[in-house]
């Protein structure tokens, strides 16, 4: 081991650092990492005989023989962030060098990676005062900018990264209209995405791998998608616990699934310019939903919102139809089993929104969200039982909605009521109708 005189003379490559030594016996790492202290590294030596001096902030030397027969890995990936690790074989060691400058410690990798390799090192390097830069390959720019970008705007197809991955820590990705038909698989893997916009495209459907992503933001405006979400939305995945805005308008969307009542962060849904005919029976059961727009739809009637929404936006054309027959839609069916334990259920305290595993399974819990409170009672119905329009005005719906002004007003300020599917569970709660569509009609 030379001592800090002899590291001072030979090693003229030095590089001030942060350093961990992890010893390994050559069963790979065992237990976290030591803390790392401030050291001067240095690479030493002649003639194919080399070793890697560390000399510490404080006192004491320590060094290391470095050969290719001992060197086992040297893992380059974060040089541009001034980190490398090295393992070695004798003594098993590994070397966890962090918080140095990234030029020098790219040489100290080039040098380290012809050792490894039994190519000869000049000699010219290692004499002086210091690293000859200039023999040495610069980093790549813009493989450093890529690895550190965290948004990426893409509007041509030439801009398109077609080859290759897209920026691993990428937050934010927008795509304009490039003529996708497919949805790359590339940006599954992209761990820290958290807002998506694609739009302008050809998409038809999603994968399901895309439930892997952490998204806040999910927005497929002026795509074909023909339903949503077309994959098994898993509800204990990071899409369903995290999406709070969807944007699915301009597409052609003539159905949803229930699935969409797993998204329990969503706040925000915008589905203008769609095919819909009417909406799931789930979409009131999601906790957060704040904002509904739907706007060039053709939808007759629209469920009924768990809570006041805070923006509501139905716009004009909708084909709506509020006749009241006088007589329940269909006769009430007798409860089998599964509709009289969900009732059960409804009536216990769960916490179905803690991340151990959930107490049902997940089909039946997607039946709990979608069975309907009684409109006069407020108890949960048989989910078997048809809805029964009513006419509503708005201000019951949302605290600000936008609704088109019709020439055959009711009376009310110049806006028309909105029919609203609504269920009863008794003939009983069926007769307060009336007495309800006096109170949600103004």
């Not at 049902?360 to 997607?366: A, C, R, S, T, Y």
Request: with cysteine; charged share 20%.
């Amino acid at each position: 081991i030379h001592s800090a005189q002899r590291l001072g003379a030979d090693g003229a490559m030095r590089i001030d650092c942060q350093l961990a030594v992890l010893l390994t016996g050559g069963t790979g790492s065992s237990g976290p990492p030591p803390r790392a202290r401030r050291a001067l590294l240095s690479l030493c030596g002649r003639d194919g005989r080399y070793r890697l001096a560390c000399q510490w902030g404080g006192s004491g030397c320590q060094a290391w023989p470095v050969s290719a027969a001992n060197i086992e890995r040297l893992h380059t990936r974060f040089l541009s962030e001034g980190r490398l690790t090295l393992c070695l074989t004798g003594p098993h060691v590994q070397l966890l060098i962090s918080g140095a400058e990234p030029r020098q410690l790219a040489g100290l990798a080039r040098l380290l990676g012809d050792v490894a390799g039994g190519r000869g090192v000049d000699r010219r390097l290692l004499l002086g005062s210091g690293l000859d830069y200039s023999s040495l390959t610069p980093l790549d720019k813009r493989r450093v900018r890529a690895r550190t970008q965290t948004q990426l705007t893409v509007s041509s197809r030439e801009a398109y990264p077609s080859a290759g991955d897209f920026p691993p820590h990428l937050v934010q990705l927008s795509l304009g209209p490039i003529g996708l038909r497919r949805f790359d698989a590339r940006l599954c893997r992209l761990g820290q995405l958290s807002v998506l916009r694609i739009h302008g495209n050809q998409l038809e459907s999603l994968p399901d791998a895309i439930n892997r992503l952490p998204l806040t933001e999910l927005s497929l405006p002026g795509n074909r998608l023909v339903t949503f979400p077309g994959f098994e939305l898993r509800a204990a995945g990071p899409l369903a616990s995290s999406l709070a805005v969807l944007d699915l308008r301009d597409n052609c969307l003539a159905w949803l699934g229930s699935e969409l009542g797993r998204l329990a962060a969503l706040r925000s849904l915008d589905l203008c310019g769609n095919r819909l005919t009417r909406l799931p029976d789930c979409l009131p059961a999601v906790p957060l939903l704040r904002s509904i727009a739907l706007d060039g739809n053709r939808l007759r009637l629209l469920p009924r919102p768990a809570v006041r929404l805070d923006r509501l936006s139905i716009g004009s054309g909708q084909p709506f139809s509020c006749r009241d027959s006088g007589r329940l839609p269909v006769r009430l069916p007798v409860p089998d089993l599964a509709s009289l334990c969900l009732a059960v259920v409804r009536r216990l305290v769960v916490d179905f929104r803690s991340k151990s595993p959930p107490p049902l399974p997940w089909h039946l819990l997607d039946d709990l969200a979608a069975m309907p409170a009684c409109a006069a009672c407020r108890r949960h119905c048989d989910p078997r039982v048809a809805p029964c329009p009513l006419p509503v005005h708005p201000r019951h719906l949302a605290a600000c909605y936008e609704l088109p002004a019709p020439a055959d007003s009711d009376g009310n300020g110049g806006v028309a009521t909105v029919p609203v599917m609504l269920h009863f569970c008794s003939a009983a709660c069926f007769e307060r109708r009336l007495e309800l569509c006096r109170y949600f009609s103004c």
